[in-house]
T-cell receptor, first 112, second 111 residues
């Protein structure tokens, strides 16, 4: 039973560039949430996708956008990257947005 | 005011000790309470999930929720070096609503 998988594992970008991160949810799950975890901090909620629509959004600017595909996989896009966007980006999946959420190991994004 | 507060530690204990980890929260509407363990360079791993006040036990782990005080705890009995990790509390209102995480408590269990 495959858990939540994320790609790529690591990514290095420069300021102003755009990045796309990918997530495949755990088998049987239909809801994907994205989180940003800065070093030494807890995960901060970015948004949640269910039935291919953004259902809930945290306090993040419009530079952060997402998409969910019919197979429930999801992408996180970040435009006009800033140095402060350097973080671990985590994807979590669940059934119908409920609990518990299961996390992937994240994509570590470094902005130079 | 943050939705959830967690003492970041770090916490260092000898092997076999009982560990107590705690979080406080501000909104009485929160109904779901979780504890995650996160090893370095890994994603959070769910340890405990509770919906109501009271205690829930799973092996060496006990989660405790006191809604009247807006206080949750995780107890680890007979701590092992493999328990060394960062422990995150997470609190939320339920499906369709976001969950809030504490900053995490770093725990080291010394052999």
């Amino acid at each position: 039973d495959a858990g939540v998988t994320q790609s790529p594992t690591h990514l290095i970008k420069t300021r102003g560039q755009q990045v796309t991160l990918r997530c495949s949810p755990k088998s049987g799950h239909d809801t994907v949430s994205w989180y940003q975890q800065a070093l030494g901090q807890g995960p901060q909620f970015i948004f949640q996708y269910y039935e291919e629509e953004e259902r809930q959004r945290g306090n993040f600017p419009d530079r952060f956008s997402g998409h969910q595909f019919p197979n429930y996989s999801s992408e996180l896009n970040v435009n006009a990257l800033l140095l402060g966007d350097s973080a671990l980006y985590l994807c979590a999946s669940s059934k119908n947005g409920g609990q518990p959420q299961h996390f992937g190991d994240g994509t570590r994004l470094s902005i130079l | 005011q943050k939705e959830v507060e967690q003492d970041p530690g770090p916490l260092s204990v000898p092997e076999g000790a009982i560990v107590s980890l705690n979080c406080t929260y501000s909104n009485s509407a929160f109904q779901y309470f979780m504890w995650y363990r996160q090893y370095s360079r890994k994603g959070p791993e769910l340890l405990m999930y509770t919906y109501s006040s009271g205690n829930k036990e799973d092996g060496r782990f006990t989660a405790q929720v006191d809604k009247s005080s807006k206080y949750i705890s995780l107890f680890i009995r007979d701590s092992q070096p493999s328990d060394s990790a960062t422990y995150l509390c997470a609190i939320g209102k339920g499906a369709g609503n976001q969950f809030y995480f504490g900053t995490g408590t770093s725990l080291t269990v010394i052999p």
